[in-house]
């Protein structure tokens, strides 16, 4: 079997560690103003939203519009969970099952846009997303049992920092192993050209149904960590604003690149809260802006590169002997 | 019989795409397809790879009947194809589009993908030095980390035939490889045709134009022309036949030849 | 019977409303493939405009009407030759992105102008009940609405079949690049769609303000989609398939209101559209696409 290099293959793992180190010294020693350790959480709640969305419409290269609906339920299962089910003094050990409970009843409703998905494509599947999200809004809204339409209330405060950051890094590995592996490469392929993806024995239905609830898993739980953020959620929180929302950070960080994403996410959150100050002025400004980079720079900030660091580390060695080959050096030892 | 069609019929619409087609493709064979444009010829392969669902007929291959399925059921059996129009993942790489090729070989599921197990990394060493195994022979392994798009349109048809052939296929459908090469290269391209029947052991079902190139490697060769088939046999059979030339060249341009 | 004949004239007046907004949609979309996200924020600015012209000038209906249309249009040029002509070769989905950013400029302008209150639209027409046969009446705003409606639509179905210029917008939608080398101006085209598309947004956001009229910068994104779905249920890119997809979703939206609770409305409305997509893609009217393999 290969081996890289022991910087390579550490350095990745080892920085992610020192920013959990990080994630839990700040709010257990106050390192840094509870309001910016908030729009952390949001940026990293976003970060999540981001990835996932991208999955299907960056990667895989379809136009689903409707993603605040699978944070809906992710948010709605894991609030009822944590505060109907799971006795109080259990929360903070069972908040990872209620959030993968949310996670699931997204990833389980994301098949209502899945299978659509195989007869339909780019404008059509946007209306069906568009459809689902105000569907979920709809149903939310006429189950009284939750609040309906007043919200849903009384959940801990069970998201800290160092649960958002682990859910971010969890996010991210599983997107990423998922898109540099052999059951993902298909997702890459249905972007190009789905028929002859299909044609070259790529099984494109398994593929966009694994797509489409994978990214719904992730959103519902960003949904879960948002709701034990604020404690408070309504339907409202979750309409076609807030799809758009995600679709422009989507787009802002650049489709298929998962660094884009961290980027656009972050990049967003701050910008949305800098302007604060501006009143509604703000969200005059702010599309003005999206505008103009669009113009200046279609394909999004990182287009449609990835950082290295992004790349799993063996596909990184393993690219970096095939370049060396190619500079004549065959049969070279690695990195 | 390799391949077996049987009163292949397709309609779109008004349009009586493939009227009572028969074709038969011996196992080991080099088999060709002939007509004028428009005969119908790719809409033959779109049957067989299940692009297209047909009318009426059957389509056995291995002695099972492939209509009715998934065109990636249709791989999975052994029948791999290249396009008239180039088909390739343009913005991966050369290596992704034969790696992508792999999708039902790789032999590790989804968790395990998650995971990144130790199995798979090993799986996605193998599926990569097979791939570069494959693009050595088409001459095309240092191009490996080029976009598809930036090949020389040789390269390109070259590559698609290489991702063909990473599903390990019984049966490769070829359609039209040498559109839009000079003489030299389609003299090279039937040599290598020919290898790749030899080497990779897979029965070749080919599409072309190009009639000194069918004439000089096809053992066998069926011609259709408006959807039916109206010819079969050698080269030799072929080449005399004079509803053949018709075809080809009208009624007034046989009289004149 | 008559409960269900009164509400199809309901169904119609909303259907019509549907209807202008979704052209715009289609024609767009048929010109440029672009799904001009920002069309339902600019029916809304065409609901204002209306709003300032009737408190500011006091004219009467029609020339009301005809204002609003003439500056919302202009509106929709220049939003055209800012936003969407420097990315008519960028990938599509920077153009998707773009018109929703428009959008939401516009839905905030609103909001920063003219402030998150509600505004009430003044009524243009005297208020009449006509008596139908069957028992049915029917308003004067909704004889307005019908009326006004299918007239616009009948003049633009005329000016796309039988003016040469409305020959380019449809020569456009099959083939861009063959429409220049015949000596028509794209350009011209594409500005004339988009002033089209969004003057009879304009005037279904008048004649929104006369038959539901209380008016806010947030309506044009629940309308704007459900016209969108409209313009895609009738199959996009056709002209005729916008004018019924509309009428569809409006009878779809007033016989489940009737029927259901009204939470359910838009519920219902949805997924029925949901379930026609999956079982017609390409829409009532649509062209199949046949994919050449």
Same mark, same amino acid.
């Given at each position: 079997?290969?081996?890289?290099?022991?910087?390579?293959r550490? =350095?990745?793992?080892?920085?992610?560690?020192?920013?959990?180190?990080?994630a839990?010294?700040i709010?257990?020693?106050e390192?840094?103003n509870?309001?910016y350790?908030?729009v952390?959480?949001?940026?990293g709640?976003?970060?999540?939203?981001t990835?996932?969305?991208?999955l299907?419409?960056?990667?895989?290269?379809?136009?689903?519009?409707?993603? =605040?609906?699978f944070?809906a339920?992710g =948010?709605?299962?894991?609030?009822?969970l944590?505060?109907?089910?799971?006795?109080?003094?259990w929360?903070?050990?069972l908040?990872?099952l209620a959030?993968?409970?949310?996670?699931?009843? =997204?990833g389980?409703?994301?098949?209502?846009?899945?299978?659509?998905?195989?007869?339909?494509?780019?404008?059509y599947l946007a209306i069906?997303?568009?459809?689902?999200n105000?569907?979920?809004k709809?149903?939310?809204?006429?189950?009284e049992?939750?609040?309906?339409?007043?919200?849903f209330?009384?959940?801990?405060?069970?998201?800290?920092?160092?649960?958002?950051?682990v859910?971010?890094?969890?996010?991210?590995?599983?997107?990423?192993?998922?898109?540099?592996?052999?059951?993902?490469?298909?997702?890459?392929a249905i972007r190009e050209?789905?028929?002859a993806?299909?044609?070259v024995g790529v099984?494109?239905?398994?593929?966009?149904?694994?797509?489409?609830?994978?990214?719904?898993?992730?959103?519902?739980?960003a949904?879960?960590?948002f709701a034990?953020?604020?404690?408070?959620?309504?339907?409202?929180?979750f309409?076609?604003?807030?799809?758009?929302?995600?679709?422009?950070?989507?787009?802002l960080?650049?489709?298929?690149?998962?660094?884009?994403?961290?980027?656009?996410?972050?990049?967003?959150?701050?910008l949305?809260? @800098?302007?604060?100050?501006?009143?509604?002025?703000?969200?005059?400004? @702010?599309p003005?802006l999206?505008?103009?980079?669009?113009?200046?720079?279609?394909?999004?900030i990182?287009?449609?590169?990835?950082w290295r660091?992004?790349?799993?580390?063996?596909?990184?060695?393993r690219?970096?002997?095939?370049?060396?080959?190619?500079?004549?050096?065959?049969?070279?030892?690695?990195? | 019989?390799?391949?077996?069609?049987?009163?292949?019929?397709?309609?779109?619409?008004?349009?009586?795409a493939?009227?009572n087609v028969n074709?038969?493709?011996?196992?080991?064979?080099?088999?060709?397809?002939?007509?004028?444009?428009?005969?119908g010829?790719?809409?033959?392969f779109?049957?067989i790879?299940?692009?297209y669902?047909?009318?009426s007929?059957?389509?056995?291959?291995?002695?099972?009947s492939l209509?009715?399925l998934?065109p990636?059921?249709?791989?999975?059996?052994?029948?791999a194809r290249?396009?008239?129009?180039i088909?390739?993942?343009?913005?991966?790489t050369v290596?992704?589009n034969?790696?992508?090729?792999?999708?039902?070989?790789?032999?590790?599921?989804?968790?395990?993908?998650?995971?990144?197990?130790?199995?798979?990394l090993?799986r996605?060493?193998?599926?990569?030095?097979?791939?570069?195994r494959l693009?050595?022979?088409?001459?095309?392994?240092?191009?490996a980390l080029?976009?598809?798009?930036?090949?020389?349109?040789?390269?390109?048809?070259?590559?698609?035939m290489?991702?063909?052939?990473?599903?390990?296929?019984?049966?490769?459908?070829l359609?039209e490889?040498?559109?839009?090469?000079?003489?030299?290269e389609?003299g090279?391209?039937?040599?290598?045709?020919?290898n790749i029947?030899?080497?990779f052991g897979v029965?070749v079902?080919?599409i072309e134009?190009q009639m000194?190139?069918?004439?000089s490697?096809?053992?066998?060769?069926?011609?259709?022309?408006?959807?039916?088939?109206?010819?079969?046999?050698?080269?030799?059979?072929?080449?005399?036949?004079?509803?053949v030339?018709e075809?080809y060249l009208?009624?007034?341009?046989?009289?004149?030849? | 019977?008559e409960?269900?004949?009164?509400?199809t004239?309901?169904a119609l007046?909303?259907?019509?409303?549907y209807a202008?907004?979704?052209?715009?949609?289609?024609?767009?979309?048929g010109?440029?493939?672009?799904?001009n996200?920002a069309?339902?924020?600019?029916?809304m600015?065409g609901?204002?405009?209306?709003?300032?012209?009737?408190l500011?000038?006091?004219l009467?209906m029609?020339?009301?009407l005809?204002l609003?249309?003439?500056?919302?249009?202009?509106? /929709?040029?220049?939003?055209?030759?800012?936003?969407?002509?420097?990315?008519?070769?960028?990938?599509?989905?920077?153009?998707?992105?773009?018109?929703?950013?428009?959008?939401?400029?516009?839905?905030h302008?609103?909001?920063?102008?003219?402030?998150?209150?509600?505004?009430?639209?003044?009524?243009?027409?005297?208020?009449?009940?006509?008596d139908?046969?069957?028992?049915?009446?029917?308003?004067s705003?909704?004889?307005?609405?019908?009326?006004?409606s299918?007239?616009?639509?009948?003049?633009l179905?005329w000016?796309?079949? /039988?003016t040469?210029?409305?020959?380019a917008?449809r020569?456009?939608?099959?083939?861009?690049s063959?429409?220049?080398?015949?000596?028509?101006?794209?350009?011209?085209?594409?500005?004339l769609t988009?002033?089209?598309?969004?003057g009879l947004?304009a005037?279904?956001?008048?004649?929104?303000g006369?038959?539901?009229?209380i008016i806010?910068a947030?309506?044009?994104?629940?309308?704007?989609?459900?016209?969108?779905?409209?313009?895609?249920v009738g199959?996009?890119g056709n002209?005729?398939?916008?004018?019924?997809g509309?009428?569809?979703? /409006?009878?779809t939206?007033?016989?489940?209101?009737?029927?259901?609770?009204?939470?359910y409305?838009?519920?219902?409305?949805?997924?029925?559209l949901?379930?026609?997509?999956?079982?017609?893609?390409?829409?009532v009217?649509?062209?199949?696409?046949?994919?050449?393999?």
């Amino acid at each position: 079997m290969q081996q890289a290099s022991w910087t390579s293959r550490w =350095a990745m793992p080892l920085a992610v560690l020192a920013g959990l180190g990080l994630a839990w010294a700040i709010p257990r020693y106050e390192l840094i103003n509870p309001y910016y350790e908030l729009v952390l959480m949001y940026i990293g709640i976003n970060i999540m939203l981001t990835v996932s969305l991208n999955l299907v419409n960056g990667h895989m290269g379809e136009f689903a519009v409707g993603h =605040a609906g699978f944070m809906a339920v992710g =948010a709605y299962v894991a609030s009822v969970l944590t505060v109907r089910l799971i006795p109080w003094d259990w929360g903070p050990v069972l908040f990872p099952l209620a959030l993968i409970g949310g996670g699931t009843g =997204a990833g389980i409703v994301a098949l209502l846009v899945a299978i659509p998905s195989f007869r339909t494509r780019g404008d059509y599947l946007a209306i069906v997303t568009l459809a689902l999200n105000m569907i979920v809004k709809s149903v939310i809204e006429n189950i009284e049992a939750i609040g309906g339409p007043r919200g849903f209330l009384g959940m801990n405060r069970l998201t800290t920092l160092p649960w958002v950051y682990v859910w971010v890094i969890v996010t991210l590995w599983a997107i990423r192993n998922f898109i540099y592996s052999n059951p993902g490469r298909g997702v890459l392929a249905i972007r190009e050209d789905e028929v002859a993806a299909e044609l070259v024995g790529v099984r494109t239905r398994e593929v966009k149904v694994r797509a489409f609830i994978l990214s719904a898993f992730f959103a519902g739980v960003a949904g879960g960590l948002f709701a034990h953020l604020l404690q408070f959620i309504h339907p409202r929180n979750f309409d076609i604003i807030k799809s758009t929302e995600i679709l422009v950070m989507v787009y802002l960080g650049g489709i298929g690149s998962l660094m884009g994403s961290i980027l656009g996410a972050s990049i967003f959150t701050v910008l949305l809260e @800098a302007l604060r100050f501006m009143g509604v002025w703000r969200m005059v400004l @702010a599309p003005l802006l999206l505008v103009l980079l669009m113009i200046l720079r279609p394909t999004g900030i990182m287009g449609l590169r990835e950082w290295r660091g992004l790349i799993p580390a063996d596909e990184r060695w393993r690219l970096g002997r095939l370049r060396a080959r190619k500079g004549g050096t065959a049969g070279a030892a690695g990195d | 019989m390799l391949l077996e069609i049987r009163d292949l019929n397709l309609r779109f619409g008004g349009l009586h795409a493939v009227r009572n087609v028969n074709l038969q493709v011996p196992e080991g064979g080099l088999v060709g397809l002939i007509g004028p444009n428009g005969a119908g010829k790719t809409t033959v392969f779109n049957l067989i790879t299940g692009v297209y669902q047909p009318d009426s007929g059957d389509i056995r291959f291995r002695g099972r009947s492939l209509v009715g399925l998934l065109p990636s059921q249709i791989v999975a059996r052994g029948v791999a194809r290249t396009f008239q129009t180039i088909r390739l993942f343009r913005d991966l790489t050369v290596l992704d589009n034969v790696r992508i090729a792999h999708y039902q070989r790789a032999r590790y599921g989804l968790w395990p993908a998650f995971l990144r197990t130790a199995r798979v990394l090993d799986r996605e060493q193998q599926i990569t030095e097979r791939s570069m195994r494959l693009l050595e022979v088409f001459d095309l392994a240092d191009l490996a980390l080029e976009p598809a798009r930036s090949l020389p349109y040789g390269a390109q048809r070259k590559l698609e035939m290489a991702r063909a052939l990473a599903t390990t296929p019984r049966l490769l459908l070829l359609d039209e490889p040498a559109a839009g090469m000079n003489p030299a290269e389609v003299g090279q391209l039937a040599e290598l045709i020919q290898n790749i029947r030899d080497r990779f052991g897979v029965t070749v079902l080919l599409i072309e134009h190009q009639m000194k190139m069918v004439m000089s490697i096809c053992e066998r060769i069926t011609v259709l022309d408006f959807g039916q088939v109206i010819a079969e046999g050698t080269p030799e059979d072929v080449r005399n036949n004079p509803r053949v030339l018709e075809a080809y060249l009208g009624r007034r341009g046989v009289a004149m030849a | 019977m008559e409960f269900w004949l009164q509400q199809t004239l309901n169904a119609l007046q909303l259907g019509s409303i549907y209807a202008l907004i979704a052209l715009g949609y289609t024609m767009v979309y048929g010109i440029l493939r672009l799904i001009n996200f920002a069309h339902g924020d600019i029916f809304m600015v065409g609901a204002f405009i209306g709003l300032a012209a009737a408190l500011s000038l006091r004219l009467p209906m029609v020339p009301t009407l005809l204002l609003t249309m003439a500056a919302t249009a202009l509106l /929709g040029v220049l939003i055209e030759r800012l936003a969407y002509k420097p990315l008519r070769n960028a990938p599509r989905v920077s153009a998707v992105i773009t018109a929703l950013g428009v959008g939401i400029f516009l839905e905030h302008f609103v909001l920063a102008t003219v402030g998150a209150e509600p505004r009430a639209f003044p009524a243009l027409i005297a208020a009449h009940r006509f008596d139908l046969p069957g028992g049915l009446t029917m308003s004067s705003v909704q004889l307005l609405i019908i009326g006004v409606s299918v007239l616009l639509m009948m003049a633009l179905d005329w000016f796309i079949r /039988g003016t040469l210029t409305g020959m380019a917008m449809r020569a456009i939608s099959w083939d861009r690049s063959v429409v220049p080398l015949m000596g028509i101006s794209v350009d011209r085209i594409i500005s004339l769609t988009f002033a089209l598309g969004s003057g009879l947004a304009a005037a279904g956001g008048v004649l929104f303000g006369q038959a539901y009229p209380i008016i806010d910068a947030y309506m044009g994104i629940l309308i704007g989609w459900k016209a969108f779905i409209a313009a895609v249920v009738g199959g996009i890119g056709n002209v005729r398939g916008a004018m019924l997809g509309g009428y569809i979703l /409006g009878v779809t939206e007033i016989y489940v209101a009737a029927v259901l609770p009204s939470t359910y409305r838009d519920f219902v409305a949805f997924t029925l559209l949901l379930l026609l997509l999956v079982f017609r893609p390409t829409g009532v009217l649509g062209r199949v696409q046949a994919q050449k393999v």
